[in-house]
């Protein structure tokens, strides 16, 4: 068999934002089908080390650290209840192309006494002032910075969403990533 066939797939927060568009310019590819950045393609096999070597030249001095695309940014103090219920009403229209709101919230304030750590500390939250829990799930480096402190300022990167489970609504942001910005 002289082609390779198969899927292709972006990751998500990639600075790329249409692998599929990348991988055609190349030009060498039988096809490249889907959607923008997940699908279908196929190659000759001569033209193997060809994609690889173009696109290492093309990507050579890309930042592949995590990339995120946000709606707005706000201050963890505007972050409250209203907003999240209003944003959630947005919910039955997320899809494809209308991914939901993304948001960083900057300046959060998190102090040890007030972290509460779920499933064996894989996962966290916290109650901000306004009501709203802060939620990060498969975070296995908090536990370790609070160990080293007792307070911590945060900007965070996520979306909201009201969480419901037996009959209780609970709003919450949940937490794709973050960095500390003073410690």
Known sequence: NNTYGGSGRNPSNSPIQNFREFLLQLGLFNYVQGHD????????????????????????????????????????????????????????YYGEKFPSVQIVIENCQIFKKDIVFMSDQKHWKIENENGVFLVKFYDSKMPEYLEQHDYLTMNLVGHPDVNRYKCILSCQFIIDDYEIIKD
């Open 37 to 92: 950045n997940a699908f279908g393609v196929d190659i000759n096999r001569e033209n193997v080390a060809k994609a690889i070597k173009l696109s290492d030249q093309y990507l050579k001095d890309v930042d592949f650290t995590p990339c995120y695309y946000v709606d707005f940014i706000i201050d963890c103090a505007e972050l409250d209840v209203m907003l999240v219920r209003s944003i959630d009403k947005l919910r039955k």
